[in-house]
């Protein structure tokens, strides 16, 4: 049995609103921080990998970034690398104060974005002794060079155009408005993106997991801290701290995944699920399934065996 407790903690001065799973029994157990896909919430991809993780006796806490879903800080909707990255560790430092929870045996499993904010955050955090991640893609890289690494680089220099904008108008007391992520359509969103952009319609604008809190716009100024960012520069100083990275044989971002990996420079593995794209691993079965027994086993090997 697995009891969810709505939990709030700090990040760097903002409030942090989180799900923590405790399994039956659980006292200095292993942990593991699941961070949800770009424009999500806890309640979509990370809660359920959170979930089934917890089934298997990890304490899990899922939460909602700053500035989205129900955590705070404005401008509402924004998306900034560097305070992504430090959400992790704040979500760190909340279980190392949970008596159900081993503050040495401390993991950290990242989808979508997060999986590459979770990068930097592991390379920089010693407390974090094993990274897994599911369909991890650098966002700066897929808003810079689109999905599958072939965008026109005229694309994202258009979007600085609007975040300068933006900015200024803010300054001069006027409302910039946003920067939307969505069509209005599937049709539309494959018109402009490919199948990759009509399975992400699918999953965050349809009935499939429409949360009414995760985020169909980008403050403006998301963009140009995109900018220069680079997930996978820091990745080298994880060192010899395990990494596993899941990712679907028919995955449109697996590329980004491979750049990661061949960075990586002590044990690692890919773990590829047959016929999976990118967006069937938040969701879909029986891919999940296939995600979360490979990682339930690296996190046992790296973190300690899980209550039983």
């Not at 700090?10 to 593991?32: E, F, K, R, T």
């Not at 971002?253 to 069937?280: C, L, N, Y």
């Amino acid at each position: 049995m697995v009891t969810m407790l709505d939990v709030t903690f700090d990040s760097a001065g903002i409030q942090i609103a989180a799900h923590l799973y405790v399994p039956a029994g659980a006292s200095a157990a292993p942990a593991i921080v699941v961070g949800h896909p770009g424009t999500g919430v806890k309640e979509q991809a990370s809660g359920l990998y959170a979930s089934r993780l917890a089934e298997q006796g990890f304490v899990t806490v899922a939460y909602d970034a700053a500035y989205q879903g129900a955590s705070g800080g404005l401008p509402r909707g924004l998306e900034d690398p560097a305070q992504r990255i430090e959400d992790i560790k704040a979500a760190v430092s909340f279980l190392t104060t949970r008596p159900e929870v081993d503050s040495e045996s401390i993991g950290v499993l990242g989808i979508c974005a997060s999986g590459g904010y979770s990068l930097p955050a592991t390379a920089g955090d010693h407390r974090i002794k094993a990274l897994g991640t599911v369909c991890a893609v650098d966002v700066a890289r897929q808003f810079r060079l689109g999905s599958n690494g072939t965008q026109d680089p005229a694309v994202f220099q258009a979007m600085l155009d609007g975040a300068a904008a933006a900015r200024t108008a803010r300054a001069n007391g006027e409302d910039p408005g946003v920067l939307p992520l969505f069509p209005a359509t599937a049709d539309e969103a494959r018109a402009i993106g490919g199948e990759h952009a009509a399975e992400g319609f699918d999953y965050y604008c349809t009935p499939r997991a429409d949360h009414e809190r995760a985020a169909k716009a980008f403050d403006w100024t998301s963009v140009d801290k995109m900018a220069t960012f680079d997930v996978f520069a820091p990745v080298p100083l994880i060192g010899q701290r395990s990494l596993l990275m899941v990712v679907g044989t028919r995955a449109e971002t697996a590329w980004m995944t491979i750049d990661a990996f061949q960075r990586a420079v002590g044990p690692k593995e890919i773990f590829w699920v047959e016929g999976a794209s990118h967006v069937d691993l938040y969701d879909r079965e029986p891919f999940v399934a296939a995600a979360v027994e490979r990682l339930g086993a690296f996190f046992t090997q790296n973190l300690g065996v899980p209550v039983s």
